[in-house]
C-alpha cells in the first residue's frame, strides 16, 4: 500500500514539473519576439485607437495623455462615453483642444443580446477610419512610440491581430495576491509554442488588441461576438480558427495597466470573466481550474504531514513545494508579480478558487454584473 502511494506521489511530481516546463516554454514564446523597435518613419501608420468608457473619470486623463504624447503612429484617437453619469465626457471634451487627433462619440442605447463593451467597440470601428484599429482600455498607460512599434511588429510579423500583455500595477495586497494568478493560467495551460491554428490557441489581453481592419471586418468584429462576455479571447479564438495569424507578446515596457483598485472590483471583475473565459463549458472549467488547484495548491497542504511519515514522502514533497516556489520565482522576475504574492502563494490562490467558484454560480444564477449592467443567465444555465 505504501509503495503505491509512492507512486502516486512520483507520478504527481512528474506532471507537476510537466506544468511548470510547459509554462516556461510559454514564457519563453511569450517574451519572444520582443515589438519591434524600428525607427521606420519613412511610412504613415494608420492606426485608430479606440477607447471605450464606461464611468472612467479616475482614468481617462492619464490614458489620453499618454496617447496624446505619442508623435508619430496615430491616425485618430477615438473615445466613445458608453452612458457615463461621473463627467467621463466632460473630461475628454475638455482634452480635444489640444490634439486635433482626439474626439469623442456617444454611445447609442444598448441593443438587447449584446454586452456593453462589444457594443462599444462596433460604435467605434464603425467610426474609425485607420486601416488598423487598436481597441484599448481607458485604465492603460501607453509608454512613447509604442503603438507605433506594435505597427511595426504586425507589419514585420504579418499579422492579423496583435495583443500585447501589459506591466499590471498591484497597490493593495488583494492585488498583488490575485491578479498573477490570470498569467498563471495564461502561461501554464495555453499551448502558445505550438504551430496552427486551432481555436485552443486564441488568446488576447483587451487593453491592448490590434487588428488590421481588413481582417477584423473578416472576422464579423465585434458583432460575431456580441453576447460574449470576454470579447478579446472570443476573437482570437475566432481569428485562429480561420487561421489568421494571432501574436501575444510581452507588453511590459510598452504599457501599463491597474485593473482593479480594491477586492470587490477584482471579484465583480474576474467572476465576469472566469466562467465566460471557457465558453461556459463546464468541463473545461473545472479542467482548467480543477488542475490548478490540483498541481499547484493541494501539495503545499501535505507539508504538515511530512514529520509523520517516511523520508521518502518529505523528500517527494519537498520537491514539489521547491518546483511551485520556482516557478513562482521566475514568473516574478519575468512579469514583475510582487514577492508577496510568491511568499503568499497558497494565500492567493485559495482567493482564486472562491473568485472562480463565485464565477459559475453568479454567471448561472444571471447575477453577474459589470459596469452597472446586469446580465442574464447564459444560454446552457
Keep these: 500500500m505504501w509503495s503505491e502511494f509512492l507512486l502516486f506521489q512520483v507520478l504527481w511530481t512528474c506532471l507537476i514539473a510537466f506544468f511548470i516546463g510547459h509554462c516556461l516554454i510559454n514564457l519563453w514564446c511569450f517574451m519572444q519576439p520582443k515589438v519591434s523597435q524600428s525607427e521606420n518613419s519613412g511610412q504613415d501608420c494608420p492606426v485608430s485607437v479606440l477607447v471605450p468608457a464606461r464611468n472612467e473619470s479616475r482614468n481617462i486623463q492619464a490614458c489620453l495623455d499618454s496617447l496624446t504624447s505619442q508623435k508619430k503612429g496615430i491616425k485618430e484617437i477615438i473615445v466613445l462615453d458608453d452612458g457615463s453619469t461621473d463627467g467621463t465626457g466632460e473630461m475628454v471634451q475638455a482634452m480635444m483642444s489640444q490634439d486635433s487627433r482626439l474626439r469623442l462619440i456617444t454611445g447609442q442605447e444598448l441593443p438587447g443580446g449584446w454586452t456593453g463593451k462589444c457594443w462599444a467597440c462596433h460604435q467605434l470601428a464603425e467610426a474609425a477610419t485607420g486601416d488598423y484599429l487598436l481597441f484599448t482600455d481607458a485604465d492603460t498607460i501607453h509608454e512613447p512610440d509604442s503603438i507605433f512599434r506594435a505597427w511595426n511588429t504586425m507589419e514585420e510579423k ?16 488583494a492585488e498583488k495576491l490575485i491578479i498573477p494568478f490570470m498569467e498563471i493560467m495564461l502561461l501554464v495551460f495555453f499551448p502558445h509554442w505550438m504551430p496552427g491554428h486551432t481555436s485552443i490557441l486564441g488568446a488576447a489581453c483587451g487593453q491592448f488588441v490590434m487588428f488590421r481592419k481588413g481582417s477584423y471586418e473578416k472576422l464579423g468584429g465585434h458583432q460575431s461576438v456580441k453576447s460574449h462576455m470576454v470579447e478579446d479571447i472570443a476573437l482570437a479564438r475566432r481569428a485562429r480558427s480561420t487561421a489568421m495569424r494571432v501574436g501575444n507578446h510581452d507588453g511590459r515596457g510598452h504599457l501599463s495597466c491597474r485593473m482593479y483598485q480594491n477586492y470587490g472590483e477584482i471579484v465583480e471583475g474576474f467572476s465576469k470573466n472566469l466562467r465566460t473565459s471557457c465558453d461556459d463549458q463546464f ?3 473545472l479542467g482548467l481550474h480543477g488542475s490548478l488547484h490540483l498541481y499547484f495548491l493541494l501539495p503545499l497542504f501535505q507539508v504538515p504531514l511530512i514529520p509523520f511519515l517516511p523520508v521518502e514522502f518529505g523528500i517527494i514533497v519537498g520537491l514539489q513545494v ?39 454560480l453568479e454567471t448561472k444564477r444571471g447575477k453577474l454584473s459589470w459596469k452597472g449592467r446586469h446580465y442574464p443567465p447564459t444560454a446552457d444555465s
Design 322 to 360: 521547491v518546483l511551485i516556489f520556482l516557478m513562482r520565482m521566475v514568473l516574478m522576475i519575468a512579469r514583475g508579480h510582487h514577492l508577496i504574492s510568491v511568499i503568499l502563494h497558497p494565500v492567493g490562490q485559495l482567493l482564486w478558487l472562491r473568485i472562480a467558484w463565485n464565477s459559475w
Design 283 to 285: 468541463i473545461v472549467f
Design 158 to 173: 504579418k499579422m492579423d491581430l496583435l495583443s500585447l500583455w501589459p506591466r499590471q500595477i498591484t497597490e493593495t495586497v
